[in-house]
């Protein structure tokens, strides 16, 4: 009996370590590789400011190709490039954390950005690993 207790705890940690090691080598999702909603800055922050637990369901983790005019492009605390997609109002916008700085549109032009939706702060809706179409 105790043999048999002791080869299902063995039989569940081998378990338990091969889920874990197949979790930590899953290939990181892309941005490219996955189907995008299109929308406008505009439309984005809308949803947004009418109901934002309907729109985290929405659009929540999930790849946005967003179109708007540049506002400013910044560089936040992680020395990473961040360009500002205005909405209708100078109070709501789009942050999109770009992925590298190949090719940054300029501020005031129109641009095509797609990222992953992280959610929105009191102002801003978040785009995060954001590459320019």
Known sequence: MKRNIILVVCLLIAIGGVIGWRMWNKPHEKVEDQQAIKMTASELCNEYSKNEAA???AYLNK?????GNVAAIQKNQ???VVVTLMGESDALSVQCTMRDNAKLP???QAAVISGFCSGNTMFDVLLTDCITK
């Open 55 to 57: 729109a985290n369901r």
């Open 63 to 67: 790849v946005l190709e967003i179109s």
């Open 78 to 80: 992680d020395n990473e």
């Open 106 to 108: 300029d501020s005031g």
